[in-house]
């Protein structure tokens, strides 16, 4: 009776002995056998991943990490131990993802391809830096953000999203409008008023442009009596005072008239000036026109608040949702240990 007592413990502690060694094995993922491979990505940061995370392909789990190791120039290597059927699966360039799979810290690596890289820039450029310093059969990572730095990116957003609205709101109300309107009409006012001045000063500088040009001619008649005279004296005269005289007499005849000429032109380009002046007042009375009506974009924001009302409840809405996904996670995510 003893011994059968002692045998029956004997074989329960060597039962036991045998279950606590065959579950240490299926939790350290540990195979015997040499049919195993191992790959290292090269990668600038793991994240929070962990010696032991699963490694993952199309979503299905073919080896866990096995070593994580610092190497030169910043750089971070991350040893991978796959079962050796996984090798002929695996893309042709593939690249390791760093995901986090939970709200609690849980993290995988994801093995992809660089041709199905997600189109967020910053992954990208990691994949590339990494490309460029990978030694041998090394793969490039990526870190992808994890659940909370998306939240707290996404309450920027909407705090920026807030500020706008109400920026729009200040800028667009009623007084903002009837302040618009009225200095539309005053630049109306003030344009009427320039193009009255302009009109005036048209006519004042062509009576002086008809003034020049009468006193030129008399000042070249006058001119050419003095030379005809001058010319009498000098010819009994033996110095030649008199004709240097009148020589520059010419030349001044010849400013003035080039000065006549330059008042003329004034004259003409006053005139010019006035018609495109006349048009864009024109073109200023029926834009103010259109907004008091309440046509186009600008005058139908001026009367109508339907996006500024909208953009509050998207707002509102949209912070409603983050609190709800802070306090009900489970609600959006679904969370595995394994």
């Keep these: 009776m003893k011994r059968s007592n002692e045998a029956l413990v004997g074989v329960s502690v ?14 350290s993922q540990q195979r015997f056998g040499g049919s195993d491979i191992t790959r290292n990505v090269r990668v600038r940061s ?5 010696v032991g995370d699963p490694v993952l392909l199309r979503g299905v789990g073919i080896g866990r990490v096995e070593r994580i190791e610092l ?30 799979t939970t709200l609690f810290g849980d993290w995988s690596v994801q093995l992809s391809s660089v041709d199905a890289l997600p189109a967020d820039p910053t992954v990208r450029r990691q994949v590339a830096d990494a490309q460029r310093a990978t030694h041998g059969s090394e793969m490039p990572g990526a870190v992808l953000p994890d659940v909370g730095q998306l939240t707290a990116q996404a309450s920027r957003i909407a705090s920026d999203i807030a500020v ?9 109300d009623s007084a903002s409008t009837v ?10 006012r003030l344009s009427q008023v320039l193009r009255v001045i302009a009109q005036g000063q048209e006519s004042t500088l062509v009576k002086i442009g008809g003034n020049l040009d009468t006193g030129t001619t008399l000042l070249a008649q006058s001119a050419a009596s003095i030379a005809r005279a001058a010319g009498r004296v000098d010819s009994a005269t033996s110095r030649g005072q008199l004709q240097r005289i009148l020589s520059h007499t010419d030349t001044i005849t010849s400013d003035l008239t080039a000065v006549s000429s330059d008042l003329r032109g004034l004259a003409g380009a006053a005139a010019s000036q006035q018609q495109a002046l006349a048009s864009i007042i024109a073109r200023t009375d029926s834009i103010v026109g259109r907004i008091a009506a309440g046509q186009g974009t600008l005058g139908k924001l001026t009367r109508d608040t339907t996006l500024y009302t909208e953009s509050l409840q998207a707002v509102r809405a949209l912070r409603l949702l983050l609190e709800d996904v802070q306090k009900n996670p489970r609600r959006y995510f679904q969370f595995s240990v394994f």
Excluded: K
């Excluded at 060597?14 to 939790?27: E, K, M, R, T």
């Excluded at 302040?179 to 109306?188: E, K, Q, T, V």
């Design 46 to 50: 793991i994240g929070g991943l962990m």
């Design 14 to 27: 060597l039962l036991a002995i045998a279950l606590v060694i065959a579950g240490s094995v299926w939790l």
């Design 179 to 188: 302040r618009l309107r009225n200095a539309f009409r005053d630049l109306s």
């Design 71 to 100: 190497s030169a120039n910043d750089w971070v290597v991350v040893s991978l131990r796959m079962r050796g059927a996984a090798r002929s699966l695996l893309p042709q360039h593939p690249v390791a993802l760093f995901v986090p």
């Design 164 to 172: 706008i609205s109400s920026r729009v709101s200040s800028a667009f």
